[in-house]
């Protein structure tokens, strides 16, 4: 138990003698990678893995878990967002990062990296000030400018209105996401930066297309 796969692959190696430990020294550190997957979205790991490269894919075609696309981006102040007004949302903390999808020359994207096209899971936490003036406060889910999912509308409140949306889409290379925000208080209202909770954004890709 104590000893780590790599070195668990040469010793078997060496009692079967084969030439061929470099490959399989390689696919026993493979496993232990995908095994600790989880590990960067849970600690804020960021992996060395640029928008450029392509992610790689086992023999059918899904990519490997160690290596699989996904960025969580979060904003450090409030966002001022005006009365009426459709407002995209930006950001300006990256929190984790595997292929390179927050670009902070584009603060609203997360984008597809090359080879990284399937399906993704988006989510979105956007907190807004109190505030009980007007009828709504609304948040949608955008993919490379386009509008993907019906308005989650939350009725005003004297206290924080938190809203969450979480949704699967499909995107191709080069595609990107970001969420919007509108309210109808009748001037400008603070979203993020409220009651501990910033506004955060994400996206994880969970499978090939």
């Not at 928008?51 to 894919?57: C, D, N």
């Not at 086992?58 to 005006?82: E, F, K, M």
Request: charged fraction near 10%; charge should be neutral; aromatic fraction near 8%.
């Amino acid at each position: 138990m104590g000893l780590g796969f790599s070195r668990r692959a040469q010793l078997l190696l060496t009692q079967w003698g084969t030439v061929t430990s470099g490959a399989l020294v390689a696919q026993f550190d493979e496993w232990a990678a995908a095994l600790t997957v989880l590990a960067p979205i849970t600690e804020h790991v960021r992996l060395p893995y640029q928008k450029s490269a392509t992610l790689l894919t086992d023999s059918t075609g899904i990519p490997l878990l160690h290596v699989q696309a996904r960025a969580s981006v979060s904003r450090s102040t409030a966002q001022v967002v005006t009365t009426g007004t459709v407002t995209t949302l930006s950001f300006d903390t990256e929190l984790f990062d595997v292929g390179d999808m927050w670009n902070p020359a584009f603060p609203t994207r997360l984008t597809v990296p090359i080879g990284g096209a399937g399906t993704y899971l988006v989510s979105a936490i956007v907190p807004w000030a109190a505030n009980a003036a007007g009828t709504f406060r609304q948040i949608r889910i955008l993919k490379s400018g386009v509008t993907q999912l019906v308005l989650l509308s939350s009725a005003p409140t004297a206290f924080i209105v938190d809203q969450q949306r979480v949704e699967l889409l499909t995107a191709i290379d080069g595609d990107y996401f970001e969420v919007q925000g509108l309210h109808d208080v009748g001037g400008n209202l603070n979203a993020g930066v409220i009651g501990g909770t910033n506004l955060q954004f994400s996206a994880m890709k969970l499978a090939a297309a």
